[in-house]
Every structure is written in structure tokens, then in C-alpha cells.
């Protein structure tokens, strides 16, 4: 099975990438990719045009979100989760909680139990620097990593929450720790590449 990436972060999110909904499937159908994803911070503008992008160059088009989210362990935190919809009943979760998301005040997150009563259809993976885990796996916590991995592992069906393994250089420290959390609390992992230009030369604008 090829490589599909599963965070992709396009303009749609404000200063967070350079990538438009064409240019990147123009160049993931030239690079050879089956399926591509978008996952863009709390919103869903783009995804329209991005299903009919894909049908159009016929790569199969993964629907996601990255959600702000209030942390577990420390409730004034502000994280993030991703998700990804299985099916249309799963993009409809995503649509009512980004709606949600988008209802709150500027300084509320929605909580894990929220995003629990819509994760039937959905799959969740850690987005690698700012996921909960990843931070307190940084700091050397792994009580509280291993609390919060237990806690979105049991908001989701089985075997739809994963643990996301990046090479980002940030998070090259802590590679060899997700996998034993992964090991020692049961959790599937994923390997994740956060996209957020093309091209290698773009990466001056989005530092």
C-alpha cells in the first residue's frame, strides 16, 4: 500500500500554509498519490472544492479537521486533535463540530467529551507538536502521556484512535517514546508528515 499523506493544512487555514486546493492535487496526482487528505484548523471551507478537485484528477479525497481542543490533564491547555471522516455520516460529525468549534468564544475549546458523542464515524490521530501527548512526552511525562492516550483511545471505536509518528525535528526526541506508549497502552500508531507547503523552498513561509 502507498504512502498517503493524512495532515494536510492548506490557506483556507489563516498563516498556517501557503498550499491551495488545486495546487495540491495537481501535485499529489503528478507525485503519484492514490488518496491525499485535508485537514485544515477548525474549518471546512475548502472541502467542497477539494472533493471536486480530487474527482476531477481521480485521487480518492480524505476528509478531515484539526480541532483546537481543551487539554485532559491541564483544562486551561489549548491542543489539537485530528480527524478524519470513514464515510459521509463522519463528515457530518465533522461539520456539526467545527459548527460547534466555531459557536464558542474566542478563548473556549471543546472538550473531549464533546467530541466523543460524534466519534462513531470518525478516526482520530495525534497531530504530532500540538497534540497533548507530544507535549508531555517532550517534558518527560509519560504518566500524564499515558492518561491522555487512555482517554482518547476510549472516546473513539476500537482501533480508531491512533498515535501519529512524525520525523519532524521537533519531535525526532520523542519517536522512540510514542512507540513504547503505543506498546504499552495498546495503541495503533500512524506514520504522519504535517503538510502545510509543497515544495521544500516554501518552508520560509510558514516559520
Known amino acids: 500500500m502507498s504512502f498517503v499523506q493524512l495532515q494536510v493544512i492548506s490557506s483556507y487555514s489563516l498563516l498556517q500554509s501557503t498550499i491551495t486546493i488545486e495546487e495540491l492535487v495537481i501535485k499529489a496526482k503528478e507525485r503519484g498519490y492514490q488518496a491525499i487528505a485535508l485537514t485544515d484548523y477548525n474549518i ?30 491541564n483544562t486551561n491547555e489549548n491542543h489539537a486533535i485530528l480527524l478524519l471522516a470513514k464515510n459521509a455520516k463522519g463528515y457530518e460529525s465533522l461539520m456539526t463540530l467545527s459548527s460547534e468549534k466555531m459557536l464558542l468564544a474566542e478563548n473556549e475549546r471543546l472538550t473531549v467529551e464533546q467530541i466523543k458523542k460524534h466519534s462513531q464515524n470518525l478516526i482520530a490521530l495525534t497531530p504530532g507538536e500540538k497534540g497533548e ?8 511525562e509519560t504518566e500524564s502521556a499515558a492518561k491522555v492516550t487512555e482517554k482518547w483511545r476510549d472516546a473513539f471505536p476500537e ?35 504535517d503538510v502545510r507547503y509543497i515544495d521544500a523552498t516554501d518552508d520560509f513561509s510558514t516559520t
Open 44 to 73: 471546512l471551507y475548502g472541502m467542497v472544492d477539494f472533493y471536486k478537485m480530487c474527482q476531477k484528477h481521480q485521487i480518492k479525497p480524505i476528509l478531515g479537521l484539526t480541532l483546537d481542543v481543551e487539554g485532559i490533564v
Open 133 to 140: 501527548i507530544e507535549h508531555f512526552l517532550l517534558q518527560n
Open 159 to 193: 482501533r480508531h484512535f491512533y498515535l501519529g509518528i512524525q520525523l519532524h525535528q521537533k519531535l525526532e526526541p520523542i519517536k522512540d517514546d510514542l512507540q513504547a506508549l503505543a506498546t504499552n497502552t495498546g495503541t495503533l500508531t500512524v506514520a504522519l508528515q
